[in-house]
């Protein structure tokens, strides 16, 4: 009986990254099925959660090869990660929330406060490209890329509301891109009112500002494997 219950454990723990993954993939492929199940299902919201978490633990990979060259203590170099993955987290909850906000503009009455967690969910799954981020590193396409998984996220996005709650595409369109520049304007203001104290918890978690371009990281990976080197 207990070996059946481990089992089954097991089998539950499995299937959560499985479900992951199958949502990363058809959000990619413009599933109106997967963008249905992020909107109503609460394990699909979970998953999408976490889908959005990772995007930034992603992106923040290729910042923290720095750390790791430096040798960075390991605690510090997981709390960058989990740090940005929660600003995505964070940064998905502030577009949905925009763009509930926004919908009542359409005067389709579809979005409501008791869809909240359904655009989440949505909107979070639409971060699906960007688990791709760890590659906005390289030096010559890293920026473009980063910029091109963006608007793969918008596009998803737009296909989500869409898909997941039935609104006519332009009013998708609408509540999509002025949710999601009603959040940018929201972020850039607190990020700029809030820069110094944020700089300094960026800071302590990590052991460095993590601001750096492609090109610089690339430059100073090279600078210090040549010191290495050289040693």
């Given amino acids: 009986m207990y070996s059946g219950l481990m089992l ?26 997967t ?6 299902s609460g394990e699909a919201q979970t998953a999408a959660l976490a889908i959005a978490f990772l995007a930034g633990v992603s992106e923040m990979l290729g910042q923290s090869v720095i750390l790791v060259i ?7 170099f997981l709390a960058s990660l989990a740090f940005t993955g929660f600003t995505y987290v964070l940064t998905a909850l502030a577009w949905a929330l925009s763009a509930v906000a926004v919908a009542p503009l359409t005067r389709l009455g579809v979005l409501g406060p008791h869809e909240i ?11 699906a490209p960007r688990l791709f981020g760890v590659f906005s590193i390289a030096p010559y396409f890293g920026q473009a890329l980063g910029n091109a998984l963006e608007a793969f996220a918008m596009a998803l996005a737009i ?14 369109v609408f509540c999509g891109g002025a949710g ?3 959040s940018y304007g929201v972020r850039s203001y607190l990020g700029h009112l809030l820069a110094k104290p944020l700089g300094r918890v960026r800071v302590f978690v990590s052991g460095s500002a993590l601001e750096k371009t492609p090109k610089q990281i690339i430059e100073d990976l090279a600078r210090r494997l040549g010191v290495e080197g050289d040693a």
């Fill in 159 to 172: 296909f989500g509301l869409h898909a997941g709650f039935g609104l006519p595409l332009p009013a998708a």
């Fill in 70 to 76: 430096n040798r960075v203590a390991l605690y510090r």
């Fill in 117 to 127: 967690a359904g655009v989440f969910g949505v909107v979070s799954l639409a971060f």
């Fill in 180 to 182: 999601w520049i009603l």
């Fill in 35 to 40: 963008f249905a199940s992020a909107a109503y």
């Fill in 8 to 33: 089954a454990l097991l089998a539950d723990i499995a299937a959560f990254p499985l479900m992951m993954l199958t949502l990363a993939g058809g959000a990619m492929r413009f599933s109106a099925e």
